[in-house]
């Protein structure tokens, strides 16, 4: 019978261990295979429906991102906007007047005879499930409004080259309308790219309810975000306390939410589960302008 190793031996084998763990092991796994560090997923979790362009991602599939292609584009003197910080790790800053009053209501005539029902995507189908998602989505024409916008994004985060903005989406929110959270990273950068980032712009915001809410987040201490958040959120209908419920951005007409979906390593960040809350009253119109990732070599992100 084979005996058992020593116990000290065990010892000594585990202290190697340590290094060959953190030096080589956990690098070479975040770098080739980041979709095995991706948080446990509930049978509930999904993702947003674009994260779906098929098996392989083709980041210069025009019908998909919205390359820079020297078509040219007129945009208004800016008027600029307001930047607010509100959490470095992962990054989300709120946003105010990242779009003018004129620029939305061109948006919202654009799209207005466009829309068809949202989907869902859970890593496998797309469809509709009113359960999880009840809205209206419309492609927007890339026309100088939206071309200005596109700009914008990548002005904002720097004008990174190995971003591509994805073509952009109006969703409609009418009463009762509202998404399920849900993370808009779907850990897909070994299939060619993922979403680094999103604003989430609100367009219309003629309602009640219909806030963003971030269930992992903390409410940051500053009396001045009161403005942008709810600070009197109740938890009402889901018998959970005020903690429970993170925070929820207003929706505010012209005003955005940006935030970082990716950490450098290429995994993405729990706390950016977020959720449309349904609208109670009137109709909200967001606009999502999402960054998509690709890795120039290895699963690295080259910052
Ligand atoms: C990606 O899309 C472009 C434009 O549609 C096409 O020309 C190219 O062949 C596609 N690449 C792959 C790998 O499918
Ligand atoms: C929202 O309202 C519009 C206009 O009344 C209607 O055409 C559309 O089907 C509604 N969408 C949903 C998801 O209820």
């Known amino acids: 019978m084979a005996s058992l190793p020593k116990l000290s031996t065990v010892f000594t084998w ?3 261990f340590i290094p060959v763990y953190i030096f080589i092991l956990d690098p070479l796994v ?7 560090l991706a948080p446990p997923r509930d049978s509930d979790d999904i993702f947003d429906e674009s994260s779906a362009p098929g098996p392989g991602i083709n980041l210069t599939d025009d019908s998909f991102v919205s390359p820079e292609d020297g078509v040219p584009f007129s945009c ?36 207005v005879n466009k829309y068809t029902p949202s989907i869902v995507y859970d890593g496998q189908t797309e469809r509709i499930d009113p359960t999880k998602r009840l809205s209206d989505r419309a492609l927007l024409d890339r026309d100088d409004t939206v071309r200005c916008l ?52 609100y367009l219309e915001a003629d309602c009640e309810g ?8 903390r409410m940051p201490d500053g009396e001045g975000w009161c403005r942008f958040l709810d600070c009197e959120q109740d938890g009402k209908g889901k018998g959970k306390g005020k903690a429970e419920m993170g925070i929820t951005f207003k929706p505010i007409k012209g005003n955005a939410v940006f935030w970082e979906n990716l950490r450098q390593d290429g995994t993405g960040y729990p706390e950016t589960w977020h959720a449309a809350f349904p609208v109670t009253k009137g109709t909200k119109v967001g606009l999502n302008v999402w960054s998509w990732y690709q890795p120039k070599r290895r699963n690295r992100l080259g910052r």
């Open 14 to 16: 585990a202290i190697y």
């Open 30 to 36: 975040r770098g080739y295979f980041p979709g095995l």
């Open 76 to 111: 208004p003197s800016a008027e600029g906007y307001s930047v607010h910080l509100l959490s470095h790790e992962p990054l989300i800053m709120y946003i105010e007047n990242f779009i003018s009053e004129t620029e939305a209501n061109h948006i919202l005539d654009m799209s």
């Open 150 to 201: 596109e700009d914008r994004a990548r002005a904002f985060q720097g004008w990174r080259p190995d971003l591509y903005i994805e073509r952009m989406w109006a969703q409609r929110y009418n009463a009762s309308g509202h998404y399920r959270h849900h993370y808009d990273w779907a850990g897909s950068l070994a299939r060619g790219g993922d979403r680094f980032s999103t604003f989430m712009v």
């Open 210 to 217: 219909g806030g963003t809410n971030f269930p992992r987040l």
